[in-house]
Structures are given as structure tokens and as C-alpha cells.
């Protein structure tokens, strides 16, 4: 939980954050994410909750249910990171461990990146608040967001 000079409200953090792919994507399942969020609903915990992954993109409709009554409270954030600045990521990511093998980005990376997109369309139709969210500037894009949300 953290309490910073703007943020009077608990702050909660899912997931860790010691790797480059963090948050939900290092919590084993989608329903873990999906339990942890209805127990801080059924508990009624007054403060900002910040959960964000590529697995729990491609499960709005687990983590929809979780948090379907949060109403203008809860947005989803998405990433406007370009594919090929993803591939370029990946690649690095995986030079970086020593992994000189050839990728191909077309066996999943494109697959997932089509699949957050139509998450993020999905999200719109199903009446939550989706935010895009710059990836040139996401940290601060996000803090704006957790500002708005503790002015409230």
C-alpha cells in the first residue's frame, strides 16, 4: 500500500514489478487477479486499486464480472504502444537473456497484440471506462489518472 502527498486514499498494487513484464502477468491465473479484486470490492475498501497485464487483457470478461458495479470508479487502461515498437521489445528482452534464437513475432506476439485490441473494443462495448494510455509516457499518464480518481 502506498500514501504519497497526493494520494490520501490505500493505493494497492497487484502484482510485482522486479521484471519488465510485471503486474498480472507474474500472478499465476487470471482468477487469482479476478479474487483478489472481488475481496477488496466485498470489503469496501475506500482507496485506488492499480492492476494491469497482458494476460488480464485478454480476460475482460473474468475481470469484468469482478468489477462490473465500480461503475466510474474502476477504468481500464490501455497501452498505444505500436507493434512494432512491441517486436522491437521482445526482441531486446530476449538478447538481453541470451536468447539469440530466431522469433518470430507472427507465432504469438501479433496474435496477443490483435487480442488486446479487440480486449480494449470489447471493454468499450461492455460500458467501462477505458483509457489509452501513452506508452511514451505511461507512468505519468497513469499518475494523472490515480490523481483524478483521489480527487474524488
Given amino acids: 500500500m502506498y500514501k504519497g502527498e497526493w494520494c490520501e486514499k490505500p493505493f494497492f498494487i497487484l502484482g510485482s514489478y522486479e521484471t519488465q513484464c510485471g503486474g498480472c502477468d507474474t500472478i499465476p491465473s487470471v482468477s487469482i487477479v479476478a479474487n483478489i479484486l472481488h475481496r ?77 485490441q479487440g480486449a480494449k473494443k470489447n471493454a468499450i462495448a461492455q460500458g467501462f471506462v477505458v483509457k489509452v494510455v501513452d506508452h511514451t509516457c505511461a507512468v505519468d499518464d497513469v499518475l494523472h489518472m490515480l490523481e483524478v480518481l483521489n480527487a474524488d
Avoid: Q
Fill in 40 to 116: 477488496l470490492r466485498e470489503t469496501k475498501v475506500d482507496g485506488i486499486v492499480f492492476y494491469e497485464g497482458l494476460m488480464i487483457s485478454h480476460m475482460i470478461g473474468t475481470v469484468g464480472n469482478a468489477v462490473r458495479d465500480w461503475g466510474t470508479d474502476h477504468i481500464m487502461g490501455f497501452l498505444n504502444t505500436p507493434l512494432e515498437t512491441c517486436i522491437a521489445r521482445v526482441r531486446a528482452r530476449r538478447l538481453e537473456k541470451g536468447n539469440d534464437k530466431p522469433f518470430d513475432p507472427t507465432k504469438t506476439l501479433v496474435g496477443d497484440y490483435k487480442a488486446v
